[in-house]
C-alpha cells in the first residue's frame, strides 16, 4: 500500500504554546487528507477533511481556531494545536487519500502530551 | 448518515483456531465501501481488507475473509489460523460514494487477543 508519514511521533509542550503535527503523503498526490482524535481504548474520532487548496471541513464541535489545518500542497497537510492546554494531551493521527474512490492509507499517529 | 456498529467490545481465541468479528451498519446509499482496519499496539492503523458493496463475491485476503449480507448490512470478519500477530484492536468502517458521505466513520472497536 501506499506510504503516509506523520511526523513528529511523540511531542510534549507547555500549556499555552503550539505545535504542529505534519501528515505527508509520500508515493502519492493526496487530493484529500483527514485528521483524526483517538482517545484511549476508544475509537477514531474525525476532526476534519481537508481538500487541497482548499479550506479545511471541520466536524460538529471541533474548534477551527485551535485545531488549524492547513493542506497547501498534494502531498501535505498541517494540523496546529495552538494554545494548547492539557486537555488537548491525546493521540492524533492523519490519513490520505488519492481521489474520491481510493482507499485511505494512515499515518503512524502523534502522541501530543501537554503539560 | 451512516453509523457502524460493534457490538462485541473483547474477544480472545486461542493461537491456530477461528473467530469471528461482528458488524452492522446503516447506510442510505446504494454503493458503498466497508472495511476492517487493525490497530496493534504499536497504534499504527492498517488496512486488512476492503469490500465493494456492489460486489456479491465475499472478499479475502489470505488468513482473512468477510461475510457480507447487504440485505441484513451486515459484515463480519473471519480470522482462520489465528496468530499472535493477530492481537489488535479492529475496527469497522465504511464510507459512501455521494458527496459530504466519503468519510469513513468507524464502530467502536473490537479488542481481540490471541492466546499462546
Known amino acids: 500500500g501506499a506510504v503516509v508519514s506523520q511526523h513528529p511521533s511523540r511531542v510534549i509542550c507547555k500549556s499555552g504554546t503550539s505545535v504542529k503535527i505534519e501528515c505527508r503523503s509520500l508515493?502519492?498526490?493526496?487530493?484529500?487528507m483527514f485528521w483524526y482524535r483517538q482517545f484511549p481504548k476508544q475509537s477514531l474520532m474525525l476532526m476534519a477533511t481537508s481538500n487541497e487548496g482548499s479550506k479545511a471541513t471541520y466536524e460538529q464541535g471541533v474548534e477551527k481556531d485551535k485545531f488549524l489545518i492547513n493542506h497547501a500542497s498534494l502531498t501535505l497537510s498541517t494540523l496546529t494545536v495552538t494554545s494548547a492546554h492539557p486537555e488537548d494531551s491525546s493521540f492524533y493521527i492523519c490519513?490520505?487519500?488519492?481521489?474520491?474512490?481510493?482507499?485511505?492509507?494512515f499515518g503512524q499517529g502523534t502522541r501530543l502530551t501537554v503539560v | 448518515a451512516q453509523t457502524v456498529t460493534q457490538s462485541q467490545p473483547e474477544m480472545s481465541v486461542q493461537e491456530a483456531e477461528t473467530v469471528t468479528l461482528s458488524c452492522t451498519y446503516d447506510t442510505s446509499e446504494n454503493n458503498y465501501y466497508l472495511f476492517w482496519y487493525k490497530q496493534p499496539p504499536s497504534r499504527q492503523m492498517i488496512l486488512v481488507i476492503r469490500?465493494?458493496?456492489?460486489?456479491?463475491q465475499n472478499a479475502t485476503e489470505n488468513r482473512f475473509s468477510v461475510n457480507f449480507q447487504k440485505a441484513a448490512k451486515s459484515f463480519s470478519l473471519k480470522i482462520s489460523d489465528s496468530q499472535l500477530g493477530d492481537t489488535a484492536m479492529y475496527f469497522c468502517a465504511s464510507r459512501g460514494t455521494q458527496g459530504g458521505s466519503e468519510k469513513l466513520v468507524f464502530g467502536k472497536g473490537t479488542k481481540l487477543t490471541v492466546n499462546p
Open positions: 508515493d502519492f498526490q493526496a487530493t484529500t
Open positions: 469490500q465493494e458493496a456492489y460486489k456479491q
Open positions: 490519513s490520505a487519500r488519492a481521489d474520491r474512490i481510493s482507499e485511505a492509507f
